[in-house]
């Protein structure tokens, strides 16, 4: 938490400006504000919130709400938007029925797939799903991460997909970046991300995950308590307070290159890539035992 997903999100999609750096969407610079895009560019980024009781009107019935990107960026009539909202629904597994009912008629999950469709209804290229699973239930989240599959490969659209939940990004990631304080400290494909070597950062977030049969205890991780010292941090590793692995002063006073572990895979920190596998194993083996 708090550690600039959800900020990026709202940069990508034109609603925050970012401080610094630049954003870039198919070889182009969309490093500005959302009312002075194109209206294709606008209409290829979409977003989905995280809570659909706050990011759906109560007053507007399903077919309004689906029907409004339609009318905004393909010009469509009333009548002419029935049969593509029906459409819609069908695509999100709800009955056409649902189209004369009102947002507050719905249940959680059933929001949440109207809020896709509204999404899906611009015909983006990229959606930008922020945490939209940390309000439903577990039950109606494996339906809607079955169902993101699905509209995936239909659609051959593309997901920036936030989330803290790490069992469910590894079933729907292709590509991982984690965060820890803003600044990100391990990127790479789903594969190279969940095996050795890790960041210590994505090794203390995998040893959260319970497992069956595990039977031991996990490595300590130290806590700091107070706000972080981020003016401190933008100068040294940001994880340093609480690595396990801590090596030294070097990890308060200097900021860790990138490493390279592969093609696609690199992360950031001082300890070599050599020692970072032992250290995984040891740990593995510690945990095993």
Same mark, same amino acid.
Request: proline share 6%; aromatic share 6%.
């Given at each position: 938490s708090g550690s600039g997903k959800s900020t990026i999100a709202r940069s990508i999609a034109g609603l925050v400006p970012p401080s610094a750096g630049q954003i870039t969407f198919q070889g182009g610079d969309i490093n500005q504000p959302v009312e002075m895009r194109s209206p294709a560019m606008r209409r290829e980024l979409q977003l989905v919130l995280q809570n659909p009781d706050q990011s759906l009107n109560p007053r507007h019935r399903v077919r309004e709400i689906i029907s409004r990107p339609l009318k905004f960026f393909f010009k469509l009539s009333g009548i002419e938007c029935i049969p593509r909202v029906e459409k819609l629904?069908?695509?999100?597994r709800l009955d056409a029925s649902y189209a004369d009912r009102y947002a507050d008629e719905l249940s959680g999950g059933e929001r949440q797939r109207i809020a896709i469709a509204r999404a899906l209804a611009a015909e983006p290229k990229l959606l930008l799903c922020d945490e939209v699973l940390s309000a439903l239930d577990v039950s109606v989240q494996a339906d809607i991460v079955d169902l993101l599959s699905v509209l995936q490969k239909e659609r051959e659209i593309a997901y920036l997909f936030i989330s803290h939940d790490l069992a469910i990004v590894r079933s729907l990631a292709h590509r991982v970046g984690v &965060?820890?304080?803003g600044q990100l400290v391990e990127q790479g494909r789903v594969e190279e991300v969940y095996s050795p070597p890790y960041h210590p950062y994505t090794h203390m977030l995998l040893s959260a995950v319970p497992e069956i049969g595990r039977k031991t205890k996990l490595l300590h991780v130290s806590?700091?308590?107070?706000t972080p010292d981020t003016k401190r941090h933008s100068l040294a590793c940001s994880f340093a307070d609480r690595c396990p692995w801590k090596i030294g002063r070097i990890?308060?006073?200097?900021v860790p290159e990138w490493k390279t572990v592969s093609s696609t895979h690199s992360l950031r920190c001082? &300890?070599?890539i050599t020692e970072l596998i032992e250290r995984d194993t040891f740990s593995l083996s510690i945990q095993s035992k």
């Open positions: 629904l069908s695509e999100i &965060l820890y304080q806590s700091v308590d107070g990890c308060e006073e200097e001082h &300890l070599p």
